[in-house]
């Protein structure tokens, strides 16, 4: 009996869960990799100016790194498909410096930067190596004639703490750099969670299609709206898998509308709690995601060759 409650209960849900988990990524992401057509031999293409984007991270290795790894390997995706549009500048490790953050705020349009975030004394506190991005530091910042328009901060409390909005750091980089709109999290982010949403975020507003993506304010809510979208509906297939399964089983046990009755009552429970331990921080995340600012129009390329800065998608 107790090897068929393990059955029931654990093995058989992480089995369908791990088959839906496993390609959640492919579900929510939006990116132009799935495009099969190649435009770097075209000339009008091949004459565009490469749009300088950045990502920082102070880690070389573990959670936050692999996240930003993720959205540099979109970027490398879309450069092999359209023929290095994007001029890609890391900094990782002893590099990730404020005085670095400062560099690239001057001298690429976009911005990704994954790291630890804490709040700490009533401020968001980002963590870069030999210091912290905080409300303080960027005061005495004058990067106001900077490239970058728009700075995405994947890190725990960006954005201010459980679940309550602090827009402190948000506004002060939108005071004190080139910086137009501000993306993060108003509480503990969860890795899974995060991932999905930058890397569907940058593929709406970067790379979706081969001339460029959409406004900062339609990658936003194009990516949430997705995101929520399949994560329910994830969890209504789990639920009918799960409730036919476990019904299936103990139809072997007694009277059919008995055994389905009983199914349907086990497998809610066990939904629930699979959910809750697997998905619902990443879930959680979701709904801590926040934008301020205003809507930037999302990197393009217009095909009539030259330049690189024209005809931008603002899909409001």
Same mark, same amino acid.
């Given at each position: 009996?107790? +090897? ?16 839906? =988990? ?34 920082? @991270? ?79 530091? =960027? ?16 890190? @725990? ?32 982010? +969860? ?126």
């Amino acid at each position: 009996m107790k +090897n068929q409650l393990i059955v029931i209960y654990i093995l058989i849900p992480l089995l369908i869960l791990s088959f839906f =988990i496993g390609s959640l990524v492919l579900l929510v992401n939006p990116t132009s990799k799935s495009q099969n057509s190649d435009f770097s031999g075209i000339a009008a293409f091949e004459t565009l100016d490469a749009r300088p984007v950045s990502l920082m @991270c102070k880690y070389t290795s573990g959670n936050w790194y692999q996240e930003m790894q993720s959205v540099k390997a979109d970027f490398d995706d879309y450069n092999d498909l359209y023929g290095n549009r994007l001029s890609i500048h890391v900094a990782t490790g002893s590099t990730a410096t404020l005085n670095q953050m400062k560099s690239l705020i001057s001298t690429t349009e976009r911005m990704h930067l994954a790291s630890h975030g804490t709040y700490e004394d009533n401020d968001p506190k980002i963590a870069m190596y030999g210091g912290y991005l905080t409300p303080n530091v =960027i005061l005495h910042w004058s990067l106001t004639d900077g490239l970058c328009k728009v700075i995405y901060l994947s890190a @725990c409390n960006g954005m201010g703490h459980n679940g309550q909005l602090d827009t402190d750091l948000a506004d002060m980089l939108r005071a004190r750099t080139s910086i137009e709109a501000v993306i993060g999290f108003k509480d503990v982010a +969860n890795i899974l969670g995060a991932t999905l949403l930058s890397q569907s975020f940058w593929g709406y507003h970067v790379t979706l299609t081969s001339t460029g993506g959409y406004s900062t304010a339609s990658s936003f809510s194009s990516t949430y709206n997705r995101i929520v979208t399949k994560l329910e509906l994830i969890k209504s297939i789990i639920s009918l898998e799960i409730d036919l399964i476990v019904a299936l089983i103990l139809e072997l046990c007694g009277t059919v509308v008995g055994a389905i009755f009983v199914g349907v009552l086990l497998a809610e429970i066990t939904t629930v709690q699979l959910l809750d331990a697997l998905l619902g921080d990443a879930i959680d995340t979701v709904h801590s995601w926040e934008i301020v600012g205003d809507s930037v129009p999302g990197l393009s390329w217009s095909t009539g060759g030259g330049g690189g800065h024209g005809g931008e998608d603002t899909m409001d």
